[in-house]
């Protein structure tokens, strides 16, 4: 009698680790092991609110198995204000505060592409108000036919991003506009009432050398664009009539129209109901000399950012003729591309 019952609880062992083994999901997990060190301790604490609807990431196929996508840890939270307790022992003053809004990866069988959808937000608090201070926005595309590992490379973009809004949020400026806890789901909205440049009738003209110069509506003083014979932009000059590098010029005014610097020369700003963007695509935008190759469309402006090179030329002769276009829009709070 003894054997049989120890038989049948072995039979219903094996059968209930077949089936959790038949069931089990591989995973790529997000390591969270990337510095994020104040380097100038400047900051007291880091505190994460999570307001992801969905806390699951999603699963994307690998060698014809689906990979989950998920954080190395139970408790995204307290591993992110741990890993910056443990690399700031050092603290300065600033209570820095991380928006969790949306970290999603889908993947379509048409087209074979995976995208990573991430929406993660920054903000200061001083006395129980939020200042915003920097976002990243975006969509990312991973081509299993050019990418070996896409789940391997998702699961690294997506810590790249935390780690760089981390240590950019030490030392970003913030908005100078207040936002209650209670209001943080409509910050965008809030803070978008207060930009200079969403909110006047038209620019003014000039030269800018950054997206705040150009959200404060403030051109740099002495710089104007310098023509050729045919009308045609050749650079931007100082008060010192020197060629300003384009490294350090976000676009101009004139004529009532705005242009931004890209790599392939001044695109014009066009507006829709949408918001701003410019004709032009992700591969001319980021190309592929100019990135990590993970990070394409990520984090432009000075977080990763893509090199506008030596050429500045309005024309289209930089543009290869096959080149897909479409409308890219720019982020109305950080001025960065968003796909």
Do not use: C, W
């Not at 699963?59 to 954080?71: A, R």
């Not at 204000?81 to 209570?95: H, L, Q, S, T």
């Amino acid at each position: 009698m003894l054997k049989l019952v120890t038989m049948k609880k072995l039979i219903i062992f094996l059968f209930l680790s077949l089936s959790v083994s038949a069931t089990a999901q591989k995973a790529e997990l997000i390591r969270l092991n990337q510095n994020i060190k104040d380097k100038f301790s400047r900051t007291k604490s880091l505190t994460v609110i999570d307001n992801r609807k969905d806390k699951n990431i999603g699963t994307v196929n690998y060698k014809g198995e689906p990979v989950d996508i998920k954080f190395s840890g139970s408790d995204l939270k307290n591993d992110i204000e741990n890993r910056f307790a443990e690399d700031n022992k050092a603290r300065g003053n600033n209570d820095i505060v991380l928006l969790l809004e949306d970290i999603k990866v889908s993947e379509f069988k048409e087209t074979g592409l995976a995208k990573a959808k991430v929406r993660i937000s920054s903000f200061i608090n001083r006395n129980g108000k939020y200042y915003f201070i920097n976002r990243y926005n975006n969509t990312l595309d991973f081509n299993p036919k050019v990418t070996p590992n896409v789940p391997r490379t998702i699961s690294i973009a997506l810590s790249t991003i935390l780690s760089t809004l981390i240590n950019d949020s030490y030392s970003h400026i913030a908005f100078s506009t207040p936002i209650a806890e209670s209001e943080l789901d409509h910050y965008e909205a809030i803070v978008s009432r207060n930009i200079k440049y969403l909110n006047v009738p038209e620019f003014a003209p000039g030269v800018y050398t950054d997206f705040r110069s150009f959200y404060l509506q403030k051109p740099k003083e002495g710089y104007y664009i310098d023509k050729n014979k045919k009308g045609k932009v050749t650079g931007v000059k100082n008060a010192e009539n020197l060629m300003v590098s384009g490294e350090e010029i976000f676009g101009y005014v004139e004529d009532g129209k705005t242009y931004r610097l890209t790599p392939v020369g001044f695109l014009e700003m066009q507006k829709d109901d949408k918001g701003y963007y410019v004709v032009s695509s992700r591969l001319e935008l980021f190309p592929p000399q100019n990135n990590s190759g993970i990070m394409i469309g990520a984090m432009a402006g000075g977080m990763i950012g893509a090199l506008i090179g030596a050429a500045i030329d309005s024309g289209s002769a930089k543009r290869k003729p096959d080149t897909e276009l479409s409308n890219v829009y720019i982020d109305p709070l950080t001025g960065e591309y968003s796909f």
